[in-house]
């Protein structure tokens, strides 16, 4: 019998994280991790931790929504709670435009499926009281066509991504919240892209019942914590009326380690699952750094840097076709076309850390979550161009960095 060696110990090295997500953690945030103390789920400083994350998260989410909290695990925990409430049989209504709002509607498609729809075909079942809309890679869902939907099918809820990080849009929220709000439809939203990126406040958009994001992009806590989740009064009576499959993503349920407990705020959270204090301080350092950025600064920086790095992509002949601020995605110029995933797949085997689109067309996807600063721009900008002459592009890298000269301000021809 051979024996299994036991591996030596893993190291896994430092990368340029130039992607839709995850995003470079800051310091301060791994250090609240590493410094925390071992502590149990009941303890008095984790509790605490947790009350004052919440109450974080409402401000950074611009909401009163006391169901508003913190589901352990990626952007999919946060998303699996969101949607819980969605029952077999119930009539939704999902609109698709990309790899993420795609799994958002399979997810759906799995919750509102019957026993039959599930049996016909298990992992990815087709109810017919689930109508999936969808809208070509590379556009947004307008209001007009959320409209058009919700008016002919009258669900109980409709589903959109705000940002599509697949294609790199931006979704309709005004239009979709309006339009739920007209036909008296729940919206639950996708926000995984936007939060902590975008300066908007739940409580503006009334017809969205239910939100969902994740600790790795907007929010920078990938050490693996928590996804905000938050839930209007609305959304609680109906799951509290009809119930959900699921202890541990149960809305309610979950709310009450968070010290949510009969739909208010409670003096301290009661046991839910066993959470981890290295996870809430990192959780509630990330949170805080948010803060002291400040929302509309913060949404500010990225809008200024995306402009940057948009100029200079173009400037090296590439088409690009997104319109979020965290990232570009970009069709290669002609005598590179059809090579993106090898070009890639170069990037990533030197450390710079950039993606293709996850689902047809083939595109480039280079972010710049925590890269908000005119070297780290620079920084993506040089490695992207000289991964293009290394494969025989033939472009100019001179002519990109005189245009993030020009956006940043300086001459530098005359540097
Ligand atoms: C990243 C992303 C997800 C998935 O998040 P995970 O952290 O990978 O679970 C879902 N929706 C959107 C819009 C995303 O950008």
Redesign the pocket.
Known sequence: MTQTAIPSALTIPETLAAG??PGNTDARVLAAFANAGLADHMQADVLRGMIECKLMLREIWGTKNVHTFGVAG???SG?DCLFSAIGPGDKVVAFVNGT?SGIDALTVRMKAASRENLAANSLDPKPANVTVITVPHGQSVLGEVVEAALAAHKPTWAVM?H???GSGRINDLRGFSDACERHGVMGLV?A??SLGIEDFAIDDFPGVAGWAS?P??GVLCLPLTYAPVSFTDRYIAHLKANGASTYVHHPILEARHWAIIDGKDAAAGTYHRTHSGYAVAAFHEALRINLQHGKAQKARDYAFHEAALRAAVIALGCDVTSNMTSLVVLNLPSALAGREKELVQACRATGFGIWPTLSEPVQVRIGILNQLSEAAITDIVTRFAAAMNAMGGKVDASAALAALGRHYGRDMAAE
Do not use: M, Y
Request: charged letters at 20%; glycine letters at 12%; a negative charge.
């Open positions: 839709p997500g990626t952007g999919w998303l993420f991504a940002w599509e990080t996708d995984v892209s994740c790795q992009k």
